[in-house]
DNA sequence: TAGATGCCAATTGTATACAGGTTGTACATC
DNA sequence: GATGTACAACCTGTATACAATTGGCATCTA
């Protein structure tokens, strides 16, 4: 592996993983002094975060890790809601016995609500499941952009203290997600899918947030998606039932 | 403009314009002669290529040009098909007077028929179109996924010697998909939306390709989407009528 | 002759020196 | 005291030297 991938990806874990915080400002000697490369990998794995939207460049300025916003927050959502769906019901088509038992292994964690490491641990899984699912769809532009929107999400899902009881649905949702995607029905998967973006943005918006950003958490809980951004599940709902 | 930008833009635009055959290796000191710049912003320009993938890297042996497949093609329809409509029914709602006035002048060509000059021409206010559009859904990442998407999708189109009499068509259903934007109307924009992608795959299908491709023309020939991704545009329309 | 092995040219990965730009500060001027 | 300007420190952009890796080719061996 060279230094330059190494470094992308350490730099990478630390910012989803909020070692910096929002907004900050980083300089390219900083960073080849904490990850012990020269400018020019630094400067080529702060390209590529570039390119993934996890740092903002201002030529000749600097570097600055991207802030958390109320609107990229909506914008990752909404995206995800048109995206996952569809990728579930393509694999619900095409994926091969073996993308099948890697998704169950990716559906098959156990939450132990409180415990911090845990909770990190589940949200990895949730990530790993999700671009697991669209990778099955067997059109890899759908895992990329699932890989990209669930890495920017996680850190907003950092900022949470913990999801409690609310880890026992979300499982519940993945295992219906994965159950339909098995039985090979494209149109219940899209529409488990659906339902589980959805339910995940409500409880999002009720869930208590760290205090550092609660000006963010405050915005956060305010969001409401566009008519036209929620009706591509109602009309699922309605031609099925 | 710094010498990396430069560098990125202009040989984005020859890998686009089909200046470099696909699929063809170019070393470094190739691109450093050809576009006038040092080592140092040619690779910065290549590795922004790769995420845009536009071009493939393999350590220690070079840059490839990406080559043209026809599961690229298939990949990147699938997706604009679930892309583009979503993002026409938020245009509807969200979308500014001034960005509707946008719209409008990219929609509004003429396409002579025959004259090679005039199709490049037509091909690149399509593209804006789409993006604008995209833009005009208040998400931006809409925006950066449209972008995409409709830069790798112009290299298929590339290949194709001219669209004849298809423009009028094209001209039309790009007219309908404004006018229900400019109406607020979310449905309606999001089913001419659907209609005029699954229309632009039919319409390749069919069309004369250049020779030196004749083998990837007659795969795409035979391409047929999967029941669910086609799926999409079907409810709408039996919602509506 | 088929296959393995070691060397070499070519190319990319990395480090670093140098050039160019930006920002903040100190000082002169109004 | 406010404002504008010159300068300096700092940082990024670019160029280039050096290190590391690859793949082909010649050579050797069975």
Chains 1, 2 share one sequence.
Not at 50 to 64: A, D, M
Not at 125 to 151: C, D, K, P, R
Not at 158 to 183: C, N, P, T, W
Not at 201 to 210: C, G, K, N, V, W
């Amino acid at each position: 592996m060279t230094e330059a991938v190494r470094v992308h990806l350490e730099l990478r874990n630390d910012i989803i993983g909020g070692e910096f915080a929002p907004g900050a400002s980083v300089s390219e000697a900083e960073l080849c002094a904490r990850y012990g490369a020269s400018r020019t990998p630094v400067r080529e794995a702060c390209r590529r975060l570039q390119e993934e939207s996890l740092i903002h460049i201002v030529p000749f300025r600097g570097y600055f890790i991207a802030p958390l916003t109320v609107a990229e927050f909506r914008n990752l959502h909404e995206v995800q809601l048109v995206i996952d769906p569809a990728a579930a019901a393509l694999a619900a088509e095409r994926a091969s016995a073996e993308q099948i038992r890697s998704i169950e292994r990716w559906a098959n964690y156990e939450y132990h609500t409180g415990q911090k490491s845990s909770y990190h641990t589940f949200l990895e899984w949730n990530q790993n499941l999700h671009v697991e699912i669209a990778a099955a769809s067997g059109n890899e532009l759908f895992a990329e952009i699932t890989a990209n929107l669930q890495a920017r999400l996680i850190r907003y899902f950092y900022m949470v203290i913990s999801m409690d009881s609310f880890g026992v649905d979300l499982a519940q949702e993945h295992r219906e997600i994965v159950r339909a995607i098995k039985a090979r029905k494209p149109e219940v998967a899209r529409q488990k899918s659906s339902e589980h973006v959805l339910k995940t943005i409500a409880r999002t918006m009720s869930l208590d947030f760290a205090s550092q950003n609660s000006e963010l958490a405050s915005e956060i809980n305010s969001i409401s998606l566009e008519p036209s951004a929620r009706q591509s599940m109602q009309t699922r709902s309605r031609r099925r039932l």
